[in-house]
């Protein structure tokens, strides 16, 4: 599992405590050719940007530009029908720590190392995280909201490999 955090002091804190399996971003939203490098490395990542509205932002654009998740994948199966199936997306599990308010990681880990244990394993998955922040961006009240917001998440609910997921995200989109 790697952590990836937004600045050095975050990622110092982190390893003085123990964890190092962090690293910074440094401020500015990551780029493909680090996110190609950490996927080269671990398959389960958390994002533990800071928790006011410009962290959660730099995690949407973090996520739209370097993780790709809002992009169709050129990666398309077959079943043995010779039916084409929905692509998939690459085996990454991306998860998202939600730190309590005005608190960054160097804070949290500095007051209490296993509160960020907790952040950490409770994080939210990527799913979950967008259908919490992206609805604020529409007007779910109207059906052109409603339609910019289906159309923006479509691509990434069929990326999902497993339908369960995608029957329960689609109920919350729903709501």
């Known amino acids: 599992l790697g952590i990836i955090v937004e600045g050095y002091m975050d990622t110092l804190t ?4 123990g964890f190092t399996n962090v690293v910074a971003s440094m401020g500015t939203a990551l780029t493909r050719q680090q996110v190609s490098k ?6 389960a ?9 410009a962290g959660r932002e730099a995690t949407v654009r973090s996520l739209e530009s370097a993780w790709g998740v809002f992009q ?3 990666q398309h199966s077959r079943h043995w029908t010779g039916q084409q199936n929905f692509p998939r997306r690459p085996i990454v599990d991306l998860r998202i720590a939600i730190l309590p308010p005005g608190m960054d990681p160097d804070d949290l880990i500095r007051k209490d190392p296993e509160d960020w244990i907790k952040v950490i394993t409770s994080s939210a998955s990527l799913p979950d995280f967008l259908l919490d922040t992206l609805p604020s961006r529409y007007d779910l009240n109207s059906s052109e909201g409603k339609l910019q917001f289906t159309e923006r998440f479509s ?3 069929l990326s999902l490999a497993d339908t369960n997921q995608q029957d329960r995200l689609l109920e919350r989109m729903e709501k």
């Open 14 to 17: 982190a390893h003085q405590n």
């Open 38 to 43: 950490l996927v080269g490395i671990a398959d």
């Open 45 to 53: 990542f958390v994002l533990a940007l800071d928790p006011d509205e």
């Open 72 to 74: 169709p994948t050129n």
């Open 155 to 157: 691509g990434l609910l």
